[in-house]
């Protein structure tokens, strides 16, 4: 099942709302008449406002002021990077205006003179960043996987041994580059034990691993391995700054010291040195603390949330195998999902998508999740139905 990212507002029913209003302001306005914080069953992360925003960096600034960076570096950013470092047991971290920057950048940097790059054909790098690795790197991507989260060991090593063996002219293998989790493939992760079967084999035969996980905390909380043990499996690892942090954008990519301190250079050449980034570590700062806490806790709740709304006639809810906070939601015969999800929205602030294909949707269970007790949630979807 996947939804596209580009029809977003049009499947999740928002694209009613005039273009110029960010898509929570209504949830906001909702909000502050009821005195009820709202439940967002659509995003990965809080899904701020732009008035929350700036209400939440001056309450940041009131407590300890923000202190300007340099080009990404010092001030409150050199503190948000060093808690990076910590985060996932690397060297060193650096910050960058993109995830597609830090992919790219670390694919670039770690390959070297060799060109095949080994990467799902799922995957951000391979469907969603305009073949830069191709057409600014000269690196070849070579697809794994089709339409799958992801890939197992044996399925790289045929891919490398085809590779090798039918090539006259040898160009050499640059990275293996692994998403998780995999947007496209709703949220469903990498097991663990296939990553370390991957990373052990490729460290032995001396291939650099990039892992792009933007997400990376969802799959933490959702699988049970903490960040740090998923970033010990490979050489580099970015995290997204907006996507279940809270920032406004942005991405910090952590590895080596050897490998990162090549970094400022390309940042530079490749046009994303910014002069001033210190509300998105600002940001990324205060949400990051406790987040792994709460994230694990958003994982519990979603569970016996399953659990209790399979219980009402007129939903089935199901996890998705190795999944991680996103969950196939099917409704029965009867039941109207624009109506169901418009209900929910105008009676108790739970912001669902309204499309549906094949009688089936989605949910994204994120920090909202925390907002409102489970049993509150099922009574709400009880009302709903009736």
Known sequence: MHIDRRNFLKSSGLGMLPVCIPSVVTEMAVRSASGVLPVNFIRDGLGLSMTETLDKLQEINRKKPIIPDFYGNDGTMEELL????????????????????ANQLAIRVL??????????????????????????????????????????????????????????????????SIENPVRRCMGKTVPVAELRRIS?????????????????HLAAAFAGVSVKEYASYFDTVFISL???????????LC??????????HQIKIHGGALYRNWHNSALALHYLDGLEERLRETAVR??????????????????FEHGSNCVE????????????????????????????????????FNETLLNRPVKEIVEAYREALK
């Open 82 to 101: 060093q808690l990076f470092q910590r985060l996932t047991g690397k060297e060193k971290a650096v910050y960058m205006p993109s995830g597609t920057m």
């Open 111 to 176: 390959s070297g003179d060799n060109t095949k790059v080994f990467v799902q054909e799922t995957s951000h790098v391979y469907r969603d960043e305009a073949d830069a690795a191709t057409a600014l790197h000269g690196k070849r991507l070579i697809p794994l996987a089709p339409g799958e989260a992801y890939f197992t060991l044996e399925a790289l090593q045929q891919s490398i041994a085809y590779h090798e063996e039918g090539e006259l002219f040898k160009s050499g293998i640059g990275v293996v």
């Open 200 to 216: 052990a084999w490729c460290r032995e035969k001396g291939y650099k691993l990039h892992l792009d996980g933007a997400r990376l």
């Open 242 to 252: 907006y996507k279940c942090v809270g920032a406004i954008n942005g991405a910090v």
């Open 255 to 264: 590895g080596d010291k050897a490998v990162m301190d090549k970094m400022e």
């Open 302 to 319: 979603a569970r016996e949330l399953i659990g209790q709304l399979n219980r009402l006639k007129g939903l089935k809810l199901t996890p």
């Open 329 to 364: 939601i099917a409704y029965g015969e009867g039941v109207d999902p624009v109506k169901l999800s418009n209900y929910l929205r105008e009676k108790h602030q739970i912001v669902m998508r309204r499309s549906v294909e094949q009688g089936k949707s989605s949910l994204n």
